[in-house]
T-cell receptor, first 116, second 113 residues
Framework: AQSVTQLDSQVPVFEEAPVELRCNYSSSVSVYLFWYVQYPNQGLQLLLK??????LVKGINGFEAEFNKSQTSFHLRKPSVHISDTAEYFCAVSVPMNTGFQKLVFGTGTRLLVSP | SQTIHQWPATLVQPVGSPLSLECTVEGTSNPNLYWYRQAAGRGLQLLFY??????ISSEVPQNLSASRPQDRQFILSSKKLLLSDSGFYLCAWSLTSWGEKLFFGSGTQLSVL
């Protein structure tokens, strides 16, 4: 079954430092991969997505992610973080269902804590 | 532009009481609608999805049910809440059937005591 694993439950980092949030997926078929961000007491919003084409995907707020098929990874990066980037980040994979519908399966999330 | 409304924002209910959470979408037609639950340390779990009025698919058998009485209205219900129903419930919508981009509501924090 297709799934995603986020190994880091929490990542503390200082402001203006670079950050990488790790995501590994398992799938036997072509995948669509996503990163969502959740600010405190809010719903999730899409940061970026990989559907096909270039393996380096750029998203909102200066984030980017690289699809690596050989390592089955889709790590999220930002060269310089801000305090406002403090949030929970979810990696997700699109999974086909027997109805022909596809659903998003989310990882357990990584809490990014940016301190001054 | 499209908007999604979810209410209430917080809810405290006793065990055994009923539940009704409502979600409405504006600015689009025939959206796919979803209910997710977020439990601490467990990420988001898809509970129900709907591709049209009256069409509900359940992902996880449990104490909850969903209904879609109108095109842009999605309701999550329970006849008798359990302690294990506590969590953060998120409604979402999308236009594609392959889950490309979900637009989430602001969520309901449900505490069952």
């Amino acid at each position: 079954a297709q799934s995603v694993t986020q190994l880091d439950s929490q990542v503390p980092v200082f402001e203006e430092a670079p950050v990488e949030l790790r995501c590994n997926y398992s799938s036997s078929v072509s995948v669509y991969l996503f990163w969502y961000v959740q600010y405190p007491n809010q719903g999730l919003q899409l940061l970026l997505k990989y559907l096909s084409g270039s393996t380096l995907v750029k998203g909102i707020n200066g984030f980017e992610a690289e699809f690596n098929k050989s390592q089955t990874s889709f790590h999220l990066r930002k060269p310089s973080v801000h305090i406002s980037d403090t949030a929970e980040y979810f990696c997700a994979v699109s999974v086909p269902m027997n109805t022909g519908f596809q659903k998003l399966v989310f990882g357990t999330g990584t809490r990014l804590l940016v301190s001054p | 532009s499209q908007t999604i409304h979810q209410w209430p924002a917080t809810l405290v209910q006793p065990v055994g009481s009923p539940l009704s959470l409502e979600c409405t979408v504006e600015g689009t037609s025939n959206p796919n609608l979803y209910w997710y639950r977020q439990a601490a340390g467990r990420g988001l779990q898809l509970l129900f999805y709907s591709v049209g009025i009256g069409q509900i698919s359940s992902e996880v058998p449990q104490n909850l049910s969903a209904s879609r009485p109108q095109d842009r209205q999605f309701i999550l219900s329970s006849k008798k809440l359990l302690l294990s129903d506590s969590g953060f419930y998120l409604c979402a919508w999308s236009l594609t059937s392959w889950g490309e981009k979900l637009f989430f509501g602001s969520g309901t924090q449900l505490s069952v005591l």
